[in-house]
């Protein structure tokens, strides 16, 4: 059965509207990333805000297709994900150390491609290095937050079938109960003055 989220419960299954949107929206959300990735250097974008994009493409994948979907299709924990981008954007400094220079100065090198040159450099890579880290946290994030949302509530009863009423207990899970405050047992005068 489905586990209840606050009276609400979850369909068996997803939305097959939903299902086909995500597929189409996927790609452009990932495409549009890239995009901010690519730009970031030199006008607004960069690897935090096309981390952003592609977390909100994941998020969508999670929602028409659970978590189970998600972690298919990323076939890597969204931890890796943190220590991969954290790795690279640590190492991208470390050229302009073996140039001489100092930590995270950034270096560029010319591509030449058949209509010109093709600009490379360190900034880019620290920005990928942002892109996974980002990508990697929000996932971690979403991906807890469904296996809390989806994991048997502590109100069912214990056959998991959530068919108990909102507000009602059984002994494992009945809050202990208050006491009213009691007056001292022993009364003491004060001195009179």
Known sequence: MNAPLDGLTRPAHPSVVLQTGTRLLMSVLLLASLFMLWRGHNEPGGGFIGGLVAAAALVLYTIAYRQAGTERMLRVAPRVLIGSGLAVALASGLFAVMAGKTYLTGL??????????????????????????????????????????????????????????????????????????????????????
Not at 138 to 161: H, N, Q, Y
Not at 162 to 178: C, I, K, L, Q, W
């Open 108 to 193: 560029w090198a010319g591509i030449e491609t058949g209509t010109g040159v093709l600009k490379l450099g360190t900034p880019l890579l620290f920005d990928v290095g942002v892109f996974l880290t980002v990508v990697g946290v929000v996932m971690t994030m979403v991906l807890a937050l469904e296996r809390i949302s989806t994991a048997p509530s502590p109100l069912m009863d214990g056959e998991g079938d959530g068919t108990r009423e909102p507000g009602t207990h059984d002994e494992r899970t009945r809050p202990p109960a208050r006491r009213a405050p009691t007056a001292p047992e022993t009364s003491e005068t004060l001195p009179a003055s």
